[in-house]
């Protein structure tokens, strides 16, 4: 019996071995993009904890170099600045809680649907930018002033390597955590996890936080080298968290 193809099948068939889609990412190397983020990580990732990236205070540092053309180093950011914590800015500002601090990081980025943006949270953390040396934090990366940080909480767990994975997981390179303390070269939105998987830190692209993803165990130790400025994820937090689940440990 006789199969009779016509030509539009034929390059229709064609057309689709052409084309490329990648594989799903791995969760212990990647960042969800919405959604429920226990659930996102469910199999892999015991529990999450939202790192708030801190403001900057600079000290030594003009505030203006911290644009696109002339941005600091890491190692001039270390050397001239201090961390602010969302609470002393909520202090600082008619904010009352990090929900409010996060929406108005958010809007001033154009990073929510125009319904969700709230202006005049964005402009309370302008005015404080205008009347004080303190700078807001960048998104989609884990900031200069918490890597080292990390790094060395990391190391007193008992880790001394890291994946340095690209924001799609396509590429990774495995690093002596002492050599990423330096002006490392981190490529944009990476994926930071150990050769064993059992940790991942993960920073969405749109977000001014990071994901430390471990057993919850795990994450208590380095919160007890370390009391980085954040929460817990329960059942309910998603990536939009300030929006949909919202924390008040500010208020």
Known sequence: MSVVISSFEYNMSREKKKTRTLPEPDLFATCPNDGNILEFYSGQFESVYV??????RAVSIEPGRFCPETYPSKTEILESCLAVEWREVANL???????QIDIGLRT????????FENKDYSNAITRLEESSNIIRPCEGDVPELLQNQLFEALQQIGQAW???GNEFGTERKLEWIDDLKGDYSFPSHC???TPDKSLLVTTHWDSHFS????KRETIQK??????FEGFFCNEETEVYWSLRSP?????
Do not use: K
């Open 51 to 56: 790192l708030l990236h801190p403001f900057i």
């Open 93 to 99: 500002t008619e904010l009352t809680d990090i929900n």
């Open 108 to 115: 001033g980025i154009h990073g929510l649907a125009t319904e």
């Open 162 to 164: 890291l994946w340095v």
């Open 191 to 193: 994926n930071l996890f």
């Open 211 to 214: 994901f430390l993803c471990s």
């Open 222 to 227: 380095i919160l007890s080298i370390n009391p």
């Open 247 to 251: 924390i008040n440990y500010c208020s």
